[in-house]
Structure formats: C-alpha cells, structure tokens
C-alpha cells in the first residue's frame, strides 16, 4: 500500500474537532458522530472520516 492512511485516537480526533472524548464515545453509541475503525478494543478515526463529517456538518445559516 503506497498511500499512508492517517489514523487518530479519539484523544487525537476530540482535540482536532475540539470535543471532549466523552462526546465521541456518546456519539459513537447513538451514531451521530464521525465513523470509526475498532481493531480489537482499541478505536481510531481515520482522517478521511474526519473530514468529512466536518463537511457534513458545516452549514451556510442557522436554519439549516
């Protein structure tokens, strides 16, 4: 595989998002969040995902 792929913990991801941990492992038990990758018990957010639930989530006004 040519194409490194970066991977977060979800320390890493709260502080790229500024959200606390607590919300990610909320989200991540109610599926609003970003998707994740679980190897074992161990989580990580890939940054392709990352960016895009930021893309997801940026609205143009309120009412969106």
């Known amino acids: 595989m ?4 970066a991977l977060y913990t979800p320390e890493e991801a709260g502080k790229l998002l500024k959200m606390a ?9 109610t599926g609003e ?3 994740f ?3 074992g018990n161990r989580i990580r957010y890939s940054g392709k ?10 609205k143009k006004h309120t009412g969106q």
């Open 2 to 5: 040519s194409e490194e792929i």
């Open 49 to 58: 995902d990352l960016l895009s639930f930021i893309n997801d989530n940026t």
């Open 37 to 39: 990758l679980k190897f």
């Open 21 to 29: 941990t607590q919300t990610l492992a909320k989200w991540r038990m």
């Open 33 to 35: 969040g970003p998707k």
